[in-house]
Structure formats: C-alpha cells, structure tokens
C-alpha cells in the first residue's frame, strides 16, 4: 500500500523548513516570501466567514442604522427637554405676574418709609430691633414692617421722640397661609397660626397630620389683626413637617423660616398708609 504524497506530519515538516528559511532570509525578502501564503490564508478566512456575516447582520442592525437610532432618541429627549422647560417658564412667568398684581394692588393707599435700624436685640424671648426714623413721617404702632425684598420683618410696637421699636415677626403668634410659591388659590393651600421657637429664628404651628403643608411652601400674611397693607406679604419658607413628638400619629410640627435676615438687617421699609390725595 502506498503511502500518501501529502501527509499532516510531512505538512508541519515542511512549515517548520519554510520559516527557518525565511527567518534566515534578508527582511524585505522574507515579507515577500510570506506575503502569498499570508494573502491566501486570509482570504480563505474571510470566505469562510462570510454567511456568519450576512447572518448577524440580519439579526442585529448594522452600525449606521445604530447611529441613525440614537440620533432620532437624541433629538426625542432634547425636543422633551425643550418642552418641559418651556411650560416651566410659562408657569414662573404666570407666578411673576400674579405676585406683582398682588403687589401692585397691597401698594396701593400705602407708602414704603426706609428707615435706618439702630439697633437689634437679640433677646429670643422678645426680638426686636431700634429704628430711627425721620421727623413727620407718620409711623405709629401697629404698622408692618418689611425689608428690600418685601419679606415681612415684623410691626412696630412704640414710637418715642426719633425712634420707634419693631418687634421681630419670630416674637408673634401670626395667622398664615401657607402654599406654593405664587398659590392664592385656597383649596392648594391651607391657614396655619404660627408660634415662636424657643431659638429666637423660626416659628412653628401645631396642625393635623392630615395637613398639606409641604416643605417649600411659603407662608404669607393672612392674619385679620394685621393691617390690611401687610397681608399677602411672606413671613417664611416651611423648613420642616415632622410627626409631633407626644402625638406622631395625630398631629404634625410644621417649621417655618423667616426669608428675611433679621439679625443681619441695616435698612428696613414701614408700610405707611397715604390719603388718597397722597398726604400721610
């Protein structure tokens, strides 16, 4: 029996002679002599490989079509972006103009008299500050006052000679309504009587748990003691709803925080009603 020409051991044999020559070739040489062998094998490779190809890209979708998707999902999100935050404007924008309605309408009949504070107490008990104010400008007690960006401060309690004194809104018992920024609407909000804090910063109010203050609200004036002028204007921002300690299951702690600075004030404005003809 004859043995065959081409066996697999002869074929190594012949491969280990082939690069021990071509190792012993000049460079340029030995990748001219590899080049053929080298462009048949890869050859052979890709024919062999190509209905593996054909049968991928059929599965999943090609790189093009990958980046045409996630172009469209791009342009998707950002025109959702666009959206939302236009309709975020258009909110704000309806909020701004209903606080200047608001303001426009608690300015008038009244006149904002800038006053120098003189002093500051910080005795949390009783919280008050010292104001000079000027000859003839018709503050008297029981008047509101605001700081520069018309956050309430608190109401005048005495006048003497060219100084009158301020109790702190952190020393009073207010009624307010508490909602969402720019919410007048009764039924999104809900009336609250604040109390001083021990600490002398915040107030606090005692409500049912099933109350709607959230955290974030602001709380206004709402209080029929006050002079009509002040109401509407924002005493603080709610800081806190926690469960009321004797009472969790009963009752909530609501927190609320002046926006003004009050320890840290230099100027504030009493609200100063007008005659019509514009005297005070």
């Not at 608690?106 to 107490?121: H, T």
């Not at 007690?141 to 005495?158: C, E, I, K, W």
């Not at 840290?264 to 019509?276: D, F, K, N, R």
Request: with cysteine.
């Amino acid at each position: 029996m004859k043995r065959p020409l081409l066996t697999y051991r002869r074929l190594r044999v012949a491969l280990v002679l082939l690069l021990l020559l071509t190792s012993l070739l000049p460079r340029d040489w030995a990748q001219a002599a590899a080049a053929g062998p080298h462009y048949i094998v890869q050859n052979t490779v890709a024919l062999l490989a190509r209905p593996l190809t054909i049968f991928s890209d059929r599965l999943r979708p090609g790189r093009a079509a990958l980046l045409e998707l996630g172009a469209a999902q791009q342009a998707q999100d950002l025109v959702k972006s666009l959206v939302g935050e236009n309709r975020r404007l258009r909110e704000e924008n309806a909020s701004l103009r209903q606080q200047a309605k608001l303001t426009a309408d608690r300015m008038e009949g009244v006149a904002l008299v800038p006053v120098p504070v003189a002093a500051w107490s910080g005795d949390p008990l009783n919280p008050a500050l010292t104001v000079s104010i000027p000859r003839g400008s018709g503050i008297a007690p029981r008047m509101a006052v605001v700081d520069d960006n018309h956050d309430l401060v608190g109401r005048v309690t005495a006048v003497s000679g060219a100084a009158a004194t301020v109790r702190l809104i952190t020393g009073m018992d207010p009624e307010v309504f508490a909602a969402p920024a720019g919410v007048t609407d009764e039924a999104r909000g809900c009336d609250v009587r604040l109390h001083p804090q021990r600490n002398g910063l915040d107030l606090y109010a005692h409500e049912d748990y099933r109350t709607t203050v959230k955290v974030g609200d602001l709380a206004s004036l709402s209080d029929p003691n006050w002079p009509s002028a002040a109401r509407g204007y924002v005493v603080g921002q709610v800081v806190a709803v926690d469960p009321w300690p004797d009472s969790p299951a009963l009752y909530r702690r609501i927190v609320v925080r002046p926006l003004a600075a009050l320890e840290h004030l230099e100027h504030v404005s009493v609200l100063v009603p007008v005659a019509s003809g514009g005297a005070r």
